[in-house]
């Protein structure tokens, strides 16, 4: 599912170049096609155990505490911009 989605912007991209490239062999696509599908259903068939989207929300929000620091300190940088607005940085 994330792998398609990844392979499908990047030959969303690759169609944006104004000449052809050649054509993947069909045995070629028949691989990936098949590849993709096992994907599909493996994760399918843990999502009937797991719920993917909770433990997904709860990496991204433990990505941001985990980087609370600096995403402080660049909001601090961002307002340091202002003239006349002077808060220092969290060491």
């Known amino acids: 599912m994330i792998l398609e989605l990844l392979f499908n912007l990047i030959a969303g991209a690759i ?7 050649p054509s993947l062999p069909a045995k070629f696509q028949t ?4 590849l993709f599908s096992g994907l599909d259903s493996g994760f ?9 989207q909770f433990w997904l929300s ?5 990505v941001v ?18 003239p006349g607005v002077q808060i220092s940085r969290w060491q």
């Open 44 to 52: 399918n068939i843990l999502c009937l155990f797991i719920d993917l």
């Open 58 to 62: 709860c990496a991204a929000a433990m």
């Open 65 to 82: 505490i985990y980087n609370i620091k600096r995403i402080w300190n660049f909001f601090v940088f961002l307002l340091n911009l202002i």
């Open 15 to 21: 169609n944006l170049i104004p000449f052809e490239l």
């Open 31 to 34: 691989v990936l096609d098949m």
